[in-house]
């Protein structure tokens, strides 16, 4: 071997040593910060504050000065921009579309806004002070008689969701039924910031920091174990809550699971490469080729770039507007569930979800003027300071169940997921569903959580 060769096996070498060691250190397994239990994010100092502790009823309850207020604003359209020639939602929301939906709000929505509220009220919700802000959320028990088991069951939402989309899903949860040897006892809460729940006056309220107030409402219930689902935002806080509380979270069941830390990017890349070793050939599709899931990725989070960075302005565009309110949440619920309904001149809106069902959510955004509130979690979450806590490098040992649908934003595969969920016992692909998947397939999302359940409770073979 001349010189040449014996300088490229020693090049060799030490980029293996390289890549060895930036592969250990990238793995390393990271702990669980310390927790303030009780870090005050309501007004004014915290010195000054003492948290009343009592949990109080909630109702909607928005009269006819509201709702009037509201059918004025719908009668004074804008001169809607027509959309481009043969455009359906390539452009975003399609105007046609948008006033035959902002016609049917005004006329037939509102004009039932009694039966809606009503329904909106149909479950037990409450609300009580945590650390500063007034947390609201349903509490739905069983009213089963004597049932086997009860399971306490924490469910996330995200944004632009509520906990609206719920609604079609907890009465198969709470009520007996031959698949199940219980029955669930469901808590619902609207993420700080969000509909009926105070946003935080101080800044830094990311996601960790929810999971706390999440994980306090539960002890304030008077549950010490418990499951928690999540989808979307809801996904991120559950798994946080799973990760810093480990031995009180019984499972944790996802609908967008995510590895953040970047040993779990580089496996996203790899997996690229050669995804026939990563991923069984029938699955391959979900999460390949790499390059058209960023490119989906590129399209579909505009939003969320505005968000992360200037969400009090958007915010203040879309307060008090409800066309634009309806636009901006609707096209999420147009191209997050199918992004081929961008081809759609209806946007698709109507194939899974009813008009009432899509209204219910952009009211509680509306009568609340939550939507700047809401849009100030990319703020926190998408910075360099909390994305550098990477929290997903702690190994979360908890049961888990990753429930993955096609047309899901992210996906990753078990192997990407594996550093961080080391207890992943679960994951179940479907050939449809999206984003808002609780509320478009309520039946396979309840199906998929009781199949969970089930594994941990009858110790079914994996």
Same mark, same amino acid.
């Given at each position: 071997? *001349? ?10 070498? =030490?980029? $293996?040593?390289?890549?060895?060691? +930036? ?18 994010? /309501?007004? #004014? ?9 009592? $949990? ?29 020639? *043969?455009? !359906?939602?390539? @452009? ?15 006329? &037939? ?48 939402? #995200? ?14 949860? +709470? ?6 040897? @219980? ?65 009180? $979270?019984? *499972? ?11 040993? #779990? ?30 490119? =989906? ?17 958007? /915010?203040? !565009?879309?307060? #008090? ?19 081929? @309904?961008? &081809?759609?001149?209806?946007? *698709? ?28 979690? @990319? ?20 049961? !888990? ?36 998947? !609780? ?24």
């Amino acid at each position: 071997m *001349g010189f040449a060769g014996r300088f490229v096996s020693v090049a060799l070498t =030490l980029l $293996v040593a390289v890549l060895v060691k +930036v592969y250990f250190d990238l793995s390393a397994p990271a702990q669980v910060p310390d927790i303030d239990f009780g870090e005050y994010w /309501g007004p #004014g100092d915290a010195k000054n504050y003492k948290e009343n502790v009592i $949990v109080n009823p909630f109702k909607l309850a928005y009269g006819e000065e509201v709702i009037g207020k509201l059918k004025s604003k719908l009668e004074d359209v804008p001169n809607l921009a027509e959309p481009l020639e *043969g455009a !359906a939602f390539q @452009y975003g929301f399609n105007s046609k579309r948008l006033r035959e939906i902002l016609d049917y709000w005004r006329t &037939d929505y509102l004009g039932r806004w009694n039966e809606r509220q009503e329904y909106l009220n149909k479950f037990p919700q409450f609300k009580t002070q945590i650390q500063g802000l007034d947390i609201h959320f349903l509490h739905v028990k069983t009213e089963v008689r004597n049932p086997k088991r009860i399971v306490p069951l924490l469910m996330l939402h #995200g944004w632009p969701g509520s906990v609206r989309e719920f609604y079609e899903l907890i009465p198969k949860l +709470v009520t007996r039924s031959d698949d199940k040897e @219980y029955v669930f006892e469901v808590i619902v809460p609207s993420l700080p910031g969000y509909g009926f729940s105070e946003g935080a006056s101080k800044q830094g309220l990311s996601p960790a920091k929810i999971a706390v107030i999440m994980r306090n409402l539960m002890a304030r219930l008077g549950f010490k174990k418990y499951y928690v689902q999540g989808g979307d935002w809801g996904s991120i806080v559950g798994n946080l809550i799973a990760t810093f509380f480990q031995d009180e $979270v019984l *499972g944790v069941h996802l609908t967008m699971c995510v590895n953040s830390a970047p040993i #779990g990017s580089v496996k996203n890349v790899i997996g690229g490469i050669a995804p026939s070793f990563v991923v069984e050939d029938k699955y391959v599709d979900f999460y390949y080729p790499y390059l058209d899931r960023m490119k =989906l990725l590129l399209t579909e989070t505009g939003y969320m770039h505005i968000q992360a960075t200037k969400p009090d302005t958007i /915010g203040t !565009a879309l307060t #008090g507007n409800p066309v634009g309110l309806a636009a901006y949440i609707l096209e999420k619920f147009s191209t997050w569930t199918n992004p081929q @309904y961008r &081809d759609l001149p209806d946007g *698709g809106l109507e194939k899974f979800f009813t008009l009432d069902e899509l209204l219910d959510n952009i009211m509680i955004y509306y009568l609340t003027d939550s939507i700047t509130t809401s849009q100030r979690l @990319y703020a926190e979450a998408f910075n360099i300071k909390e994305i550098s806590r990477d929290f997903d490098r702690i190994p979360m040992q908890v049961p !888990a169940a990753c429930a993955k649908f096609r047309h899901e934003l992210v996906q990753q595969t078990n192997w990407a997921l594996s550093d961080h969920f080391c207890n992943l016992i679960q994951t179940n692909h479907y050939d449809d569903g999206g984003h808002f998947v !609780a509320m478009q397939l309520p039946e396979v999302l309840y199906r998929d959580i009781v199949q969970f359940v089930n594994r941990l409770y009858r110790r079914e073979d994996q």
